[in-house]
T-cell receptor, first 110, second 115 residues
Framework: KNQVEQSPQSLIILEGKNCTLQ??????????LRWYKQDTGRGPVSLTI?????NTKSNGRYTATLDADTKQSSLHITASQLSDSASYIC?????????FGTGTRLKVLA | DAGVIQSPRHEVTEMGQEVTLRCKPI?????LFWYRQTMMRGLELLIY????????DSGMPEDRFSAKMPNASFSTLKIQPSEPRDSAVYFC?????????????FGPGTRLTVL
């Protein structure tokens, strides 16, 4: 069964600290994986896409990794800011539709 | 570009009433998706259109839900009659060409509360 699982469900960190969010998938065949950021009261916005051949990609303070062998991806946030407080959603396209994870809710405290 | 536009942003209605949600996709995008988001289940695909034609409506929960796309710049999602368990945030998203490598652009959502 095609599934995308994210961990942890929620996370609280202090401003300036780093954190890592995890995404495990069982979708096959695999072509790409995308991370979205969803601020409260808004729609998801893409942070980055990881294709099959990519291992690491950075977008400012966000670094995504992909291990296609173990079917895992991570999103690392460096030097967190209050504006990083949001839900982070991992999405993998299946054969007929996109498979969404349930997200990780991150809260950054001052 | 104004992005995907949804209206209303908030809707409060009573059980049994008809609810219509509206969406204007990004100009030029040929795929349009309707999603429902709840805390328990996350984002769920309800239906999607390609060139105004419904392609997959297997995610529509019941016959009470219907969606239309009369032209390339407008789509509606209707719930009739509405029930309290329909309370959720409904998102519309659009993309170009439907390639899985292309980003889906989401609207701001409509928060529906059915009393």
């Amino acid at each position: 069964k095609n599934q995308v699982e994210q961990s942890p469900q929620s996370l609280i960190i202090l401003e300036g600290k780093n954190c890592t969010l995890q995404c495990n998938y069982t979708v096959s065949p695999f072509s790409n994986l995308r991370w979205y950021k969803q601020d409260t009261g808004r729609g998801p916005v893409s942070l980055t896409i990881m294709t099959f051949s990519e291992n690491t990609k950075s977008n400012g303070r966000y670094t995504a990794t992909l291990d296609a062998d173990t079917k895992q991806s991570s999103l690392h946030i460096t030097a967190s800011q209050l504006s990083d407080s949001a839900s982070y959603i991992c999405v993998v396209p299946g054969t007929y539709k996109y498979i969404f994870g349930t997200g990780t809710r991150l809260k950054v405290l001052a | 570009d104004a992005g995907v536009i949804q209206s209303p942003r908030h809707e409060v209605t009573e059980m049994g009433q008809e609810v219509t949600l509206r969406c204007k996709p990004i100009s030029g995008h040929d795929y349009l998706f309707w999603y429902r988001q709840t805390m328990m289940r996350g984002l769920e695909l309800l239906i999607y259109f390609n060139n105004n034609v419904p392609i997959d409506d297997s995610g529509m929960p019941e016959d009470r839900f219907s969606a239309k796309m009369p032209n390339a710049s407008f789509s509606t999602l209707k719930i009739q009659p509405s029930e309290p368990r329909d309370s959720a945030v409904y998102f519309c998203a659009s993309t170009l060409h439907g390639s899985s490598y292309n980003e889906q652009f989401f609207g701001p959502g409509t928060r529906l509360t059915v009393l």
